[in-house]
């Protein structure tokens, strides 16, 4: 079982970037065929897609978030993170950082993060 631990501020102002990192162990991010992935849940909604990043480092993004979204990773670290710019109020939800595989997704477990002045 691969094990995921998101972090990052908890409260990020309207206009400002959200920055969050997730820590793996348990897997290297550079594991072929492993596609690590953010995910959000904004209050009373469902699950929303925000990207992804493959072993090969290619990248895929929400199309209703890609002008404001970067994901990143540093193998050194065995970490990948995310970049939200220009934040408003509607970015709140608890974030997710995943691994899908073959056979099964593990998930970290969720960071709450609330956009507000």
């Known amino acids: 079982q691969v094990q995921l631990q998101e972090s990052g501020p908890g409260l990020v102002k309207p206009s400002q970037t959200l920055s969050l990192t997730c820590a793996v162990s348990g897997a290297s991010i550079t594991t072929t065929y492993y596609s690590w992935i953010w995910i959000r849940q904004p209050p009373g909604k469902g699950l929303e897609w925000i990207g992804v990043?493959?072993?090969?480092?290619?990248?895929y993004y929400s199309p209703s978030l890609l002008s404001r979204t970067s994901i990143s990773r540093d193998t050194s670290k065995n970490q990948f993170s995310l970049q939200l710019n220009s934040v408003t109020p509607e970015d709140t939800a608890v974030y997710y950082c995943a691994v899908a595989f073959y056979g099964g997704v593990d998930w970290g477990q969720g960071t709450q993060v609330t956009v507000s002045s």
């Open positions: 990043i493959h072993d090969d480092a290619s990248r």
